[in-house]
């Protein structure tokens, strides 16, 4: 949580180790645990890694069979937002889909399930299913709205998905109304440096592109998207998408080198993370 990754990975790392020779351990506790140490992986970067431990935390609980359980979706949804790093967002709708069939009905107003509703809605958006994503981003943020407040920075996310949503449907005052309510909440609720207020800058600015081109925008991208490559591993195809959006105003406004640098720029971001077959790959 202060950004420490690699020392909290160490740490997480411990506790499995330990875990793993305890007596009493449970295979709650120690699918929980896994599942853990799988976040502190994907927010290192190491997706290979949390892939795998994703998937001994899912085998631990499968095997228990546990029938009042919340790992297991929460284990389904990581898996979701793996695929969703590497631009393959047809496996990570499936993912997001197991999760959703294996949340109990008694779990579905709580912020995990939002955040498990939010993350099927930008799968929808990259698929160019807007439509589809809409109400399921409308009932991420009242979820979030009811149980964690009007000014809780949890409710920036569905803001940022609904803020997408309404660009991608040309709807350019909603999706103002979004921006401007999460950018309330954000100079009310973070720090000027917070990744997520960076990651609201590339939706205002998404939309500003929407209206239209001028150099200021550009200039916005390219501090949008330098601050993005510095931040965690999760913001950096958010990094390679600014790179992009200004390389197609370079080359639009007939700057040939400087296009082919901005995209040279998100494949470098996007090498790491994505096979060939990425979507955010194959865009650049």
């Not at 330990?18 to 120690?30: D, I, N, S």
């Given at each position: ?14 506790a ?15 699918g929980?645990?896994?599942a ?25 609980f499968?095997?228990?069979a546990?029938?009042?359980?919340s ?15 590497r631009?393959?967002?047809?496996i ?7 999760a ?9 107003r ?6 498990l509703?939010n ?17 399921l ?11 964690t ?17 309404a ?10 109304d ?13 720090p000027p440096t ?51 959006m ?11 080198s ?5 995209l ?21």
């Open positions: 949580a202060k950004g420490e990754i690699e020392r909290g990975l160490g740490l997480q790392q411990d499995v180790a330990q875990l793993q020779q305890a007596p009493e351990v449970t295979p709650r506790m120690l929980t645990a896994r853990n140490l799988a976040m502190a992986y994907l927010q290192a970067g190491q997706l290979d890694a949390a892939e795998a431990e994703n998937q001994r935390a899912l085998a631990i499968r095997q228990a546990l029938p009042l359980n790992g297991l979706p929460v284990v389904l949804t990581n898996l979701g937002h793996l695929a969703i790093l631009g393959e967002p047809k990570a709708l499936d993912r997001y889909d197991l959703l069939a294996a949340t109990l009905r008694s779990a579905t709580t912020p995990g399930h939002a955040a509703l993350a099927r809605a930008r799968a929808l958006l990259l698929l160019d299913r807007a439509g589809e994503a809409l109400p981003a409308r009932e991420a943020e009242s979820i979030l709205r009811e149980r407040g009007e000014q809780s920075p949890s409710r920036l996310g569905a803001l940022i998905t609904l803020a997408d949503i660009v991608a449907s040309a709807d350019l005052g909603g999706a103002l979004y921006l401007d309510t999460a950018q309330a909440i954000a100079q009310a609720k973070l917070h990744p997520l207020r960076v990651r609201l800058d590339l939706s205002r600015a998404t939309r500003q592109r929407a209206i239209g081109a001028s150099a200021a925008l550009a200039t916005e991208l390219q501090r949008i998207g330098s601050a993005l490559a510095l931040g965690p591993a999760l913001l950096q195809s958010s990094a390679a998408r600014a790179e992009i200004l390389a197609e105003m370079r080359a639009q406004a007939g700057d040939t400087d296009a082919i640098a901005a040279q720029r998100a494949l470098d971001l996007l090498e790491p993370l994505q096979p060939a077959h990425g979507v955010d790959r194959l865009e650049a």
